[in-house]
Structures are given as C-alpha cells and as structure tokens.
C-alpha cells in the first residue's frame, strides 16, 4: 500500500539556519504530494503541495520539489524563524482518496 | 476563509461511555473524513465517508465506531463504549472534490481523554 517515510526529529536549529527535512513515498500510480504543519496546539494547515512529477510547491518561504526518479520531496526553507516551530507531516494521496501521512518532524527554532 | 470547525476541543470521558465529536465541514465540500492522532505517534486514517455513506474504512475503525451526516452541516463522529486507548486526538477534514490533487482541509481537533 501506499506510504511515506520522513526524517526522523526533533530537529533544532538557530533562527536563520537552513532547513531540510527528507521525505520519500511509495504509492502506485501517481501520487499527489502535500506537506501540512501543525503548531503547538492547533490543527494541521496545508502547507504546500505538488500534483506531478517535477512541480515544486512553495508557500511562506518553504518549498517542496516533487522527484519521481527518487520518489522523494524534501520540504527545505532557507532561513528559519522561531515561528517555524511545528511539527511537519508529509503526505500523500492517490487512487483511494485517503491521504496517507508520515510520522511527524518536529521543528523547534531558537532565537 | 472558510475553515473546517470541531467540538468540544477537549472531551473527557470515563471507560465505557459513548461520546459524540462533532465536525462542521466547509459547506460546499463532499468529501468528509476522521482522523486521529494519538500522543506522539502518527496521524492515522479512520474513515472517509462520501454521499451519505462510508466510502472506505481502516482497521481501526470496529464496530464501535460510526459516523453521521445527521443534517446538511454537520459530520459526526461516535464511539459507543470508549477505551482508555481511543484517548487521541481526533481531526475532521472536508475535501472539496473526489480529485485526489484537492488537498484536505482539517479541524483543529478534539482532544479525546478516556479515563
């Protein structure tokens, strides 16, 4: 079935430091490919997502690039702020509809 | 924007009782879900539910679990007689169409406590 496997955390980092957080699926067919954020104590917000090979999908300085021939799409942000600090879920949908999520990386950013 | 909405955002419960969460969608999706989360661990599909039945189910999801569309607004969630490991967080979601590039929009979530 389908799947996906992300980095494991927690991850700390200092504001303005570089984020990568790995992420790779196995579906069949042709996944759509989402990243959702959660911040302590709220739900999970979309964050970005791509539809097909080779789209990148951007949004509040994150981006995310859709890799077929690695089956992968890593979410990085090029400088952190402490109001990055969440936990980030990669995810993925396709034939049956459901979405299919990671575990979870949590991210704390310090000042 | 249109947001999804759940309540309670905390739910207390002793083992054994039967609780209601209860979910609006955003009103012109179709495609509903529930979600939980338990503490640390991996957000996990419970049911999806389309036209006024279920569309697909996890193992999870037993017969003590079910799921409503009581009136045009609302979706719920019932679990006739709670465990002390149903204690999760549970997330509603809507999705505006059966496409599977529509991204799910979620709730944020009631805390389920079984005591």
Known sequence: ?111 | EPEVTQTPSHQVTQMGQEVILRCVPISNHLYFYWYRQILGQKVEFLVSFYNNEISEKSEIFDDQFSVERPDGSNFTLKIRSTKLEDSAMYFCASRETGNYNSPLHFGNGTRLTVT
């Open chain 1, 1 to 111: 079935g389908d799947s996906v496997t992300q980095m494991e955390g927690p991850v700390t980092l200092s504001e303005e430091a570089f984020l990568t957080i790995n992420c790779t699926y196995t579906a069949t067919g042709y996944p759509s490919l989402f990243w959702y954020v959660q911040y302590p104590g709220e739900g999970l917000q979309l964050l970005l997502k791509a539809t097909k090979a080779d789209d990148k999908g951007s949004n509040k300085g994150f981006e995310a690039t859709y890799r077929k021939e690695t089956t992968s799409f890593h979410l990085e942000k090029g400088s952190v702020q402490v109001s990055d600090s969440a936990v980030y879920f990669c995810a993925l949908s396709s034939a049956d509809y459901k979405l299919s999520f990671g575990a979870g990386t949590t991210v704390t950013v310090r000042a």
